[in-house]
């Protein structure tokens, strides 16, 4: 059976790159380490490390098990804070959040709600959408955001559900046209998300219909890493309201005070993505919890009626 000492071992020789070192963190001697190591690989059947030039490497599947390892702990640790403050009275709520919501909007929704709710701890973890479900899944975290969650008994969700755009230079001719169509978007190179990404395939068909054909040379893992190719006229982007008002986010903090490089402009067919705020089914959520889900919902909702004030600015 795994332990939580055998998290903490392997989480320890992966950090340091070393048994000696990992058994001064821990206060232990190299042998029991190497004899917990052991124990460990013999249970799971395969081995975590492998010996290179004298030194431990881990092997890809050493890094799956220490960042589960870490989920693990955390939750431990938060548990340990928890009835050290008053027997478990401590309220913590526990977040699981794709990218995109993760660097702006999440963390001014928990400044919002702990200037009413002093006290409340937060744990928020970013993550892809997969992996939010996952963590929700397994009811290890309060709530979740993701994209296009499929039906599950383990969670429940709310969707929220908005057009994609085209974003383009502002100086781009196509800029004046108040729809843009496949047959206007003819020979235009464009960014856009990953090819497996279902915004993407979804693009595809749409010009396929037409018999238009589709240039992507900039394939990027997200939004955020096609404004610059869109700002310098490399490529027209296509993008969901959340990347419309994240562009704007970042121009209002980098406070230049210029007008905005990027305009986005409505794209039909109408190509519609859908983000989920997920609740796990079979774990009861504290009444806090509940009001700041109602806060996000509300947030949620309102930046998206703001960004599509800006496709048209």
């Known amino acids: 059976m795994l332990k939580l000492w055998h998290?903490?071992?392997?989480?320890?020789?992966?950090?340091?790159?070393?048994?000696?070192?990992?058994?001064?963190?821990?206060?232990?001697?190299?042998?029991?380490?190497?004899?917990?190591?052991?124990?460990?690989e013999a249970q799971i059947g395969y081995k975590l490390f492998e010996r290179v030039n004298g030194r431990l490497r881990p092997v890809p599947e050493a890094h799956f098990f220490l960042e589960r390892s870490e989920e693990i702990l955390e939750q431990m640790n938060s548990l340990e804070r928890s009835m050290q403050h008053g027997g478990g009275r401590v309220f913590e709520i526990r977040i699981?959040?794709?990218?995109?919501?993760?660097?702006?909007?999440?963390?001014?929704?928990?400044?919002?709600?702990?200037?009413?709710?002093?006290?409340?701890?937060?744990?928020?973890?970013?993550q892809p959408s997969e992996r939010v479900l996952?963590?929700?899944?397994?009811?290890?975290?309060?709530?979740?955001?993701?994209?296009?969650?499929?039906?599950?008994?383990?969670?429940?969700?709310?969707?929220?559900?908005?057009?994609t755009v085209?974003?383009?230079?502002?100086?781009?001719?196509?800029?004046?046209?108040?729809?843009?169509?496949?047959e206007l978007l003819a020979g235009r190179a464009f960014t856009g998300f990953l090819p497996d990404h279902f915004l993407m395939q979804s693009l595809q068909r749409a010009f396929e219909q037409e018999n238009v054909e589709l240039n992507i040379p900039f394939a990027l893992q997200n939004g955020a890493a096609q404004y610059a190719l869109v700002e310098r006229g490399h490529a027209l982007?296509?993008?969901?309201?959340?990347?419309?008002?994240?562009?704007?986010?970042?121009?209002?903090?980098?406070?230049?005070?210029?007008?905005?490089?990027?305009?986005?402009?409505?794209?039909?067919?109408?190509?519609?993505?859908?983000?989920s705020l997920v609740r796990p089914r079979h774990r009861t959520l504290s009444q806090i919890s509940h009001l700041f889900a109602g806060q996000i919902e509300d947030g949620i909702a309102a930046i998206l009626k703001d960004a599509e004030k800006l496709i048209s600015a």
Request: net charge neutral; proline share 7%.
């Open 166 to 182: 085209i974003a383009l230079p502002r100086n781009d001719p196509l800029a004046d046209e108040a729809v843009l169509t496949p």
């Open 7 to 40: 998290l903490r071992v392997i989480r320890e020789v992966i950090k340091t790159g070393s048994i000696s070192k990992a058994a001064s963190a821990l206060s232990r001697s190299q042998p029991a380490l190497s004899l917990v190591i052991a124990d460990l």
């Open 96 to 126: 699981a959040c794709m990218p995109v919501l993760s660097e702006f909007f999440m963390p001014h929704q928990i400044a919002l709600f702990a200037e009413k709710h002093p006290g409340v701890r937060f744990y928020m973890r970013a």
């Open 134 to 163: 996952e963590s929700l899944a397994s009811q290890r975290f309060d709530l979740g955001f993701a994209e296009r969650p499929a039906a599950s008994e383990l969670y429940d969700v709310q969707n929220f559900v908005s057009e």
């Open 237 to 275: 982007g296509f993008m969901s309201l959340l990347n419309v008002w994240l562009y704007h986010q970042l121009r209002h903090t980098s406070g230049t005070g210029e007008d905005p490089k990027i305009v986005f402009r409505p794209f039909r067919p109408v190509i519609k993505q859908t983000i």
